[in-house]
Each structure stands twice: as structure tokens, then as C-alpha cells.
């Protein structure tokens, strides 16, 4: 059980443009996700986090209109990453957990490759 | 500023002994804590997680909580190659704070 799928796994894409990733929760019902970032050999860092049916909550420094985050659903969350550029290559990973003190589960991860 | 301690290693074992893997935390409120493993290029697993003082077993897993001393621990018994990987220790409520991790080097 707890299985979380995001898709897509890599994306190879030019400068400017929007990509957007999608996490899913396939069999329970993530009242909260959360969006992380990982740069090569350094820890998760948590981007934002998503409570279904309410705006994101991001961390300080993430620009919330270059990473859209929508949780439409209590199995599917979406992280957009806008008008994309080279620093914002990186790994991201997105987790849902059923409810407080729950373990986050996490998704396989998006590589993303701006060119 | 809460924070999750970790040695960042790498800690060597040889196949079969205990792996003994370490974490502090600063937030006294926390009640819940867990381990992940997250192999080079892949995301975090859930190894464990633990909410109450003393011990914790799943197969050859055993993770420890102490809030006295806000300390947690993961003991990996018969180690195998195949655990070689980097640790995540975790705690929080609302959203996680995650450790650096603790790289384990298993050999043959």
C-alpha cells in the first residue's frame, strides 16, 4: 500500500518553457503533499506545501508564481514549473501522506533538464 | 530554527555486522519520527517510523526514540550489501525536517 506516482520521470526541455509534473496518490487519500527539490549530493529541500482544496503554503524563497501548485484532488497534485531556465535543473520529488503524524510516502521523482 | 543532526559518514560495515546510524533533533514537540533510505538518483523510502520512547523492530530494522535526549537511532542487523545507501532521519508534525543523511557502505 501507499504507493504515490508522479510523472513525468525526466523531462529534457528548453529555456522558457512551462513543465508541469504531476503526483498522484493511487491508493489512499493524501490530504497534504509537499513538493521537494534535490541538487546533486545535498539533502531534500521542501519546497511547499499542498493541502487539498487550499492554496500552497511555500517556503520562504520559493517564488510562487515561477512553481504553480494545485491540489485539485485528495489524489493529485500538480507543481508547474514556469518559463523554466538552467538553474532550475534539478530532481523533484513529491510525497503525500494521509493525515497528521502519518509517514510522508513518496513519488519516484522528476528529473528535469533545462537546456 | 528546528534541526535534524546527522552524520553525514560514510559509515563502512562488512556484510553481516550491525549498522548502528544516529540522529539528534532540536524540536522538543515532535512526535513523530522516521527513517528513510534514498539510494544514489532515487527518492526516499520509508524504512521506519517510530512516535513513542524505546524501541521499534521490522525485520532487521530497529529504530530507537529517546525524547529525553531528543535522539533516534536506526540499527540495521546482517547487513547486506544491497542496504548501502544514504539515510534520512525525519521528525515534524505538520511538514518534515529532514537530517543530511547518513551515507552506509555495506562490503562484501
Known amino acids: 500500500g501507499a504507493v504515490v506516482s508522479q510523472h513525468p520521470s525526466w523531462v529534457i526541455c528548453k529555456s522558457g518553457t512551462s513543465v508541469k509534473i504531476e503526483c498522484r496518490s493511487l491508493d489512499f487519500q493524501a490530504t497534504t503533499m509537499f513538493w521537494y527539490r534535490q541538487f546533486p549530493k545535498q539533502s531534500l529541500m521542501l519546497m511547499a506545501t499542498s493541502n487539498e482544496g487550499s492554496k500552497a503554503t511555500y517556503e520562504q524563497g520559493v517564488e510562487k508564481d515561477k512553481f504553480l501548485i494545485n491540489h485539485a484532488s485528495l489524489t493529485l497534485s500538480t507543481l508547474t514549473v514556469t518559463s523554466a531556465h538552467p538553474e532550475d535543473s534539478s530532481f523533484y520529488i513529491c510525497?503525500?501522506?494521509?493525515?497528521?503524524?502519518?509517514?510522508?510516502?513518496f513519488g519516484d521523482g522528476t528529473r528535469l533538464s533545462i537546456l | 530554527q528546528k534541526e535534524v543532526e546527522q552524520n553525514s559518514g560514510p559509515l563502512s560495515v562488512p556484510e553481516g555486522a550491525i549498522a548502528s546510524l544516529n540522529c539528534t533533533y532540536s524540536d522538543r514537540v515532535s512526535q513523530s519520527f522516521f527513517w528513510y533510505r534514498q539510494y544514489s538518483g532515487k527518492s526516499p523510502e520509508l524504512i521506519m517510523s517510530?512516535?513513542?520512547?524505546g524501541d521499534k523492530e521490522d525485520g532487521r530494522f530497529t529504530a530507537q526514540l529517546n525524547k529525553a535526549s531528543q535522539y533516534v537511532s536506526l540499527l540495521i542487523r546482517d547487513s547486506q550489501p544491497s542496504d548501502s545507501a544514504t539515510y534520512l532521519c525525519a521528525s515534524g508534525f505538520q511538514k518534515l525536517v529532514f537530517g543530511t543523511g547518513t551515507r552506509l557502505l555495506v562490503s562484501p
Open positions: 510525497s503525500a501522506r494521509e493525515g497528521r503524524n502519518q509517514p510522508q510516502h
Open positions: 517510530i512516535y513513542s520512547n
